[in-house]
């Protein structure tokens, strides 16, 4: 079954860099866009970046130019480099991969999977 393992939270300065790593398994990496997303207490979850299988990347405003998301199909891996950090960066970050599924009549279904989250925290 499909694992992502993230790794690479903690505490931060704000301006500072933190870089998160995700290992995924049980999935061609290769042939997924994969993901990070965000939610801070009491706010909905937001997509922070996403990497197609192709390597066209997307962000949301509040991290464009700040953050970098990059993948290595080699090592079935996919990181988030934040740099500039700042206190509104706290939250739990997950790694969100994107699978899909061939179904009745050749209906293709889009499925998410997602990682335990590890914990960002920007100090001011």
């Known amino acids: 079954q499909v694992q992502l393992v993230e790794s690479g939270g903690g505490l931060a300065q704000a301006g500072g860099s933190l870089r998160l790593s995700c290992a995924a398994s049980g999935f061609t990496f290769s042939d997924n866009a994969m993901g990070w997303y965000r939610q801070a207490p009491w706010k909905q979850g937001e997509l922070v970046a996403r990497?197609?299988?192709?390597?066209?990347?997307k962000y949301a405003d509040s991290v464009k130019g700040r953050f970098t998301i990059s993948r290595d199909n080699a090592e079935n891996t996919v990181y988030l480099q934040m740099d500039s950090l700042k206190p509104e960066d706290t939250a739990v970050y997950y790694c969100?991969?994107?699978?899909?599924?061939?179904?009745?009549?050749?209906?293709?279904?889009?499925?998410?999977?997602w990682g335990q989250g590890t914990q960002v925290t920007v100090s001011s």
């Open positions: 990497i197609s299988s192709s390597g066209r990347t």
């Open positions: 969100n991969a994107e699978t899909t599924t061939t179904q009745f009549m050749g209906v293709i279904t889009t499925l998410n999977h």
